[in-house]
Antibody, heavy 122, light 110 residues
């Protein structure tokens, strides 16, 4: 069974940093692109970032470009999101998601983890 | 990148069919066949229902179908069931090499 388990969320002050992790199991991690998607409380979904299977291709939403960095460690079956210069509007549940197709992008997210909550507030 | 446009809410009775629209531009929905649909029940993670416009992942009932015409995509659910009541989101790859979501549609089964 494919499992994605996020961790690292919490309460952080504006301007500070936080690193999210996603532990993957149940599939060949280095065969798939991976993504981060967030959902502010009571709001819709917002794609944050995606990374190809070999980290050769990385993209970010304009809202986080220059502040967030996505990375992966295929040896550890893990995905990361380094978040710097955090703002109140970054407050959200952050989901880790596997790209649906292997070795090529489908830009479809399947499955999703249960999310880790990031709250940015003083 | 502006969000894709979805109706805020739709409703239908059990057994009926409903369609949710998702309108974008030639830079996203109209330009690529990377349109996906997700179902999200309250307090749960989203679930992929349709990918690449009209493909169903394994395990998704064939009551769910997707299509696209020009800059608009649609999700149709036939034979509505009570458990279909949820929020539905569309998404599309964009010419900016990003992914954009719709604002979401709340489906009520009457």
């Amino acid at each position: 069974e494919v499992q994605l388990v996020e961790s690292g969320g919490g309460l952080v002050q504006p301007g500070r940093s936080l690193r999210l992790s996603c532990a993957a199991s149940g599939f060949t991690f280095d065969d798939y692109a991976m993504h981060w998607v967030r959902q502010a409380p009571g709001k819709g979904l917002e794609w944050v970032s995606g990374i190809s299977w070999n980290s050769g291709s990385i993209d970010y939403a304009d809202s986080v470009k220059g502040r967030f960095t996505i990375s992966r460690d295929n040896a550890k079956n893990s995905l990361y999101l380094q978040m710097n210069s955090l703002r109140a509007e970054d407050t959200a549940l952050y989901y880790c998601a596997k790209d649906h197709k292997g070795l090529e992008w489908s830009f479809a997210f399947d499955p999703w983890g249960q999310g880790t909550l990031v709250t940015v507030s003083s | 990148q502006s969000a894709l446009t979805q109706p805020a809410s739709v409703s239908g009775s059990p057994g009926q069919s409903i369609t949710i629209s998702c309108t974008g531009t030639s830079s996203d929905v109209g330009g690529y066949n990377y349109v996906s649909w997700y179902q999200q029940h309250p307090g749960k993670a989203p679930k992929l229902m349709i990918y690449e416009v009209s493909n169903r992942p394994s395990g998704v009932p064939d009551r769910f179908s997707g299509s696209k015409s020009g800059n608009a995509a649609s999700l149709t659910i036939s034979g509505l069931q009570a458990e279909d009541e949820a929020d539905y989101y569309c998404s599309s790859y964009t010419s900016s090499t990003t992914v954009v979501f719709g604002g979401g549609t709340k489906l009520t089964v009457l």
